[in-house]
């Protein structure tokens, strides 16, 4: 087994792991609640019933008193991170959400609850905490390789606070599905971020209804009608967005491309296509908004 030690460690259930691993194995009875993302590479975990391939574009919640297995097969070095949550931290956040300031100045205490997560794999764009881990990303790297001192207290709060966001807003998703028992619901959403992963992953290719249905294992109708209560938008509108976004950040950020390699680079057929989605979409043209 050829395995690296992290480059920093804080206590196992109570803040960051960062590894460099190429064959590893482990296998957790008791987990703590955790997110897990990976930099490059993959990782595998086993969780309850689901297998959860991580890449750098998913992101993985992983609630407490679970059992949860990870492996890595590669001949490459395989970077992750791993951030652990203290309960009476995350507790302590969710007072926030659900007391009146002048409680919380008084410090009277909500009755402690048990939270219970929407565990699966998210899409990083997928949501609040999946967008805050994008930026958050370099930001770990650079003080994992220099080996700098940073807030790790002050970082976990905020990773906790955008856990308690991402959870709230996957409640309102939830209670717009067209399911009626609670465990439907959870399975459904389930397979609705892999529909939307598929889409975020593979927006620039001319992507089928039928080929998204077959990796959320849902039917085309039941994908279409779910996906637009979840999401609020249908497949094909988030695959729009996507293509509308990565052209947007290349007109600004590399003047030297021509509009037409922009257009293709972002699964456009041609530049005339593109031209009059990006205008539909934000009320101006390509080269005006470049200007």
């Known amino acids: ?29 008791d987990s703590g609640l955790s997110i897990k993302m990976v930099v490059n590479g ?32 590669s001949p490459k070095l395989v970077e992750a991170f791993c951030f652990y949550l203290r309960p009476e931290m995350v507790q302590e956040v969710w007072q926030q959400y659900t007391t ?9 205490d909500s009755t402690n609850i048990s939270l219970r997560f929407h565990e699966k794999a998210y899409h990083l764009q997928e949501n609040v905490l999946g967008k805050y881990l994008a930026t958050l990303r370099p930001k770990l790297l650079h003080i994992a390789h220099t080996q700098q001192n940073y807030q790790k207290e002050a970082l976990l709060y905020q990773l906790s606070e955008q856990l308690i966001g991402m959870h709230l807003s996957v409640n309102g998703q939830l209670q717009a599905l067209p399911a009626t028992r609670h465990t439907t619901k959870e399975e459904l959403s389930r397979r609705l971020s892999i529909a939307y992963a598929y889409i975020a992953d593979h927006f620039q ?12 294992m849902l039917s085309k109708y039941h994908l279409l009608r779910s996906y637009k209560s979840f999401y609020g938008i249908t497949p094909y509108q988030h695959a729009l967005q996507c293509r509308l976004a990565k052209a ?44």
């Open 1 to 29: 087994m050829h395995q690296h030690d992290p480059v920093f460690r804080w206590k196992e259930k109570d803040g960051i792991v960062h590894s460099l691993l190429n064959d590893f194995e482990k296998q957790n009875t």
């Open 100 to 108: 009146t300031l002048e409680q919380q100045l008084k410090r009277v």
């Open 205 to 216: 290719t001319t992507i089928t209804l039928e080929e998204v249905a077959k990796a959320a």
């Open 248 to 291: 947007k950040n290349q007109l600004l950020q590399t003047p030297s491309k021509s509009i037409t390699t922009i257009a293709l680079d972002a699964g456009y057929a041609d530049r005339r296509t593109f031209s009059k989605a990006f205008k539909q979409a934000f009320g101006i043209a390509p080269t005006t908004y470049r200007k």
């Open 42 to 73: 993959a990782e595998h975990y086993e969780l309850g019933s689901h297998h959860y391939c991580l890449t750098p574009s998913t992101y993985l919640v992983v609630n407490r008193h679970q059992q949860v297995s990870c492996s890595v097969r």
